[in-house]
């Protein structure tokens, strides 16, 4: 299947994969941004920002946990968000953190916060709706025409 014909299955765990690829790039990049600021509550804010997102590299794309060296307690730890109510509630503690810089000052890293929470918002309508678990294909997963099979 292409990533189009996984689009158009209106699986909400795939929208929430695609949307967390897109939280990957946002975090890193807000999370660099940022990082240059004179403000030291948003120094270490942007410094968890571009933590998370390597992280979420890991999360999201499963093949990375069999090519990169990763200890087995950080393999282990990535291995427990593989179904959408898990994924839901890690997005949304990531998305909590990010959305606890408007204490500190208004920021770049509002961005991360809201497409956090979009990931999050989208793993959660899988579970609610009892959509099986599914990544996408094309970022090492077994896509849905397996699932088909």
């Not at 990049?29 to 120094?43: E, H, K, M, R």
């Not at 804010?45 to 950080?74: K, M, W, Y």
């Amino acid at each position: 299947m292409t990533i189009a014909d996984e689009l158009r299955t209106r699986n909400f765990s795939l929208y929430g994969q695609w949307v967390g690829i897109l939280s990957i790039i946002i975090c890193l990049a807000v999370g660099i941004a940022t990082i240059f600021s004179f403000n030291v509550g948003l120094i270490i804010f942007s410094a968890v920002c571009i933590a998370t997102g390597l992280t979420l590299i890991f999360v999201e794309v499963p093949f990375l946990l069999r090519i990169c060296p990763v200890s087995q307690r950080f393999d282990d730890f990535v291995r427990k968000f593989n179904n959408n109510l898990p994924r839901a509630g890690f997005y949304l503690i990531l998305a909590l953190i990010q959305w606890f810089t408007l204490f500190i000052r208004a920021s770049s890293l509002i961005v991360a916060a809201v497409f956090l929470t979009i990931a999050s918002s989208c793993y959660a309508i899988a579970a609610l709706k009892k959509q099986e678990f599914t990544s996408s294909n094309a970022l090492g997963g077994q896509g849905l025409a397996q699932q088909i099979i």
